[in-house]
């Protein structure tokens, strides 16, 4: 379930997905899959080589893109996410969901 984010934030990042860009969207998130998270962030990109190569630069593989409908993404959680989101400076999203 999904939280803490506003239908403005959400079109934003569909329509920077299906134009081709790497776009990033953090939010609230709770899964009984993995009780130690309480965000995620969601790295899409329509271009799948595109996407999937900026996942290489963190060693995150190819099968683990989800590809769902326009909006093929990679799922980001715990420390993973945390280090991705400080290397690309998105210093908005480590202090807005304080991780």
């Given at each position: ?92 999203h480590l202090s807005r969901f304080k991780l």
């Open positions: 379930m999904a939280f803490g984010i506003h239908r403005g934030e959400l079109n934003r990042w569909k329509e920077a997905v299906k134009s081709g860009e790497i776009a990033f969207l953090t939010h609230y998130w709770l899964d009984d899959r993995f009780p130690e998270a309480k965000t995620v962030t969601k790295v899409g990109c329509s271009d799948l080589e595109k996407l999937s190569s900026w996942g290489e630069k963190y060693g995150l593989k190819k099968e683990w893109i989800h590809k769902r409908d326009e909006f093929p993404h990679y799922d980001l959680l715990g420390e993973t996410q945390k280090m991705i989101l400080e290397r690309e400076r998105l210093t908005d």
